[in-house]
């Protein structure tokens, strides 16, 4: 398969730009093999069973976009993650135009070396002066519209309920659309709830390389699973609940921290892996997850769980019948696909 298989049309007036408010009032379209039905995000409780179990990305959006000055010329850098040397890994626009040695000046007391371009693209900053979180603002997705920067209420928006670790630079969108309320009603319903962590990067803005999918590589993406939570998931499962992975993010960490049965063991590393179709699921059976990107690494992720021809299908009713599209929009309830 091409990557050209994962494209669609999308019309710029699906693309969301606020999110629903109350944010559990997002519509929510449920795939099945059988067929599609539309409801909204606080139906949630009873599209699921008791004793299934929900595992989300807890992880907290750090500030990451930097503005800088190299000589006279402006370079637009996003933080992706400290190394263990106190040194940044960080995504620069036209990084080819920067090169080892120069100075990036950001603010008058803070500046950084550039000691690497990378082959993934990155390149790695020495800074000098305060945390360069504490000169950052959000670095929001392109597709959000923001001429004059994040605006105050995208502080909040885009933020989980469960946001708890910091170290992300984009969130785990699904996690947007919960509230304290339909979190009430999930554990009224007798519902379970466990939280791991990946720390999404700024790979995730990136366009994909190659059209060759089996040429594609992702960016490292640091994950933690705790013995708790790993527990705590095996055991809902071993009594009959099903997993429902809340977002990619989630399910790519879990796919990354199972065993060969599919039991979650306590993780805490990096993980590069990229799910495309021929991906044998071990753990989640249910996704729930935003509408991506044509041509994107999620939009394949998200085929290779239900189906390319039902993911297909389920967009062009989404397109169709108005659901908004990519982090601030709706999302989907992915049933996952009988293998063969």
Do not use: K
Request: charged share 20%.
């Amino acid at each position: 398969m091409s990557l050209s298989d994962f494209s669609f049309d999308l019309p710029p007036e699906r693309i969301a730009q606020h999110p629903a408010n109350p944010r559990d009032m997002a519509r929510l379209l449920e795939v099945t093999a059988h067929g599609l039905a539309d409801h909204h995000i606080r139906d949630l409780p009873s599209l699921l069973a008791p004793g299934d179990i929900l595992v989300a990305n807890d992880t907290r959006v750090i500030p990451a976009a930097l503005s800088a000055r190299r000589g006279n010329a402006h370079v637009s850098v996003t933080l992706d993650h400290p190394l263990p040397d106190g040194t940044w890994s960080a995504l620069a626009r036209n990084a080819r135009r920067v090169r080892s040695g120069d100075t990036l000046i950001f603010t008058p007391t803070l500046s950084a070396t550039v000691l690497a371009r990378v082959a993934d693209g990155s390149i790695t900053l020495r800074f000098s002066g305060p945390d360069p979180t504490s000169a950052a603002r959000l670095a929001l997705p392109p597709y959000i519209t923001r001429p004059a920067g994040p605006e105050f209420a995208d502080e909040r928006d885009y933020q989980t309920i469960f946001a708890a670790h910091p170290g992300a630079v984009a969130a785990p969108t699904a996690g947007l659309h919960f509230t304290a309320s339909l979190l009430a009603a999930l554990r009224a319903r007798g519902i379970l709830t466990a939280t791991i962590t990946l720390h999404v990067g700024a790979g995730t803005f990136l366009p994909l390389r190659s059209e060759i999918l089996s040429e594609i590589r992702l960016h490292a993406e640091r994950g933690h699973i705790s013995e708790e939570a790993a527990r705590a998931i095996n055991e809902a499962r071993a009594r009959g609940g099903r997993l429902v992975a809340v977002g990619t993010t989630t399910l790519r960490l879990l796919e990354s921290a199972c065993d060969s049965s599919g039991r979650i063991l306590p993780f805490n590393s990096e993980t590069t892996l990229f799910i495309r179709p021929g991906h044998r699921f071990r753990t989640a059976n249910l996704l729930l997850t935003n509408f991506h990107l044509p041509r994107s690494s999620l939009f394949v992720l998200v085929s290779a769980f239900s189906g390319l021809a039902h993911m297909q299908a389920a967009y062009r009713h989404a397109i169709a019948s108005g659901y908004r599209f990519y982090s601030y929009g709706d999302a989907c309830l992915l049933h996952r696909a009988v293998e063969a």
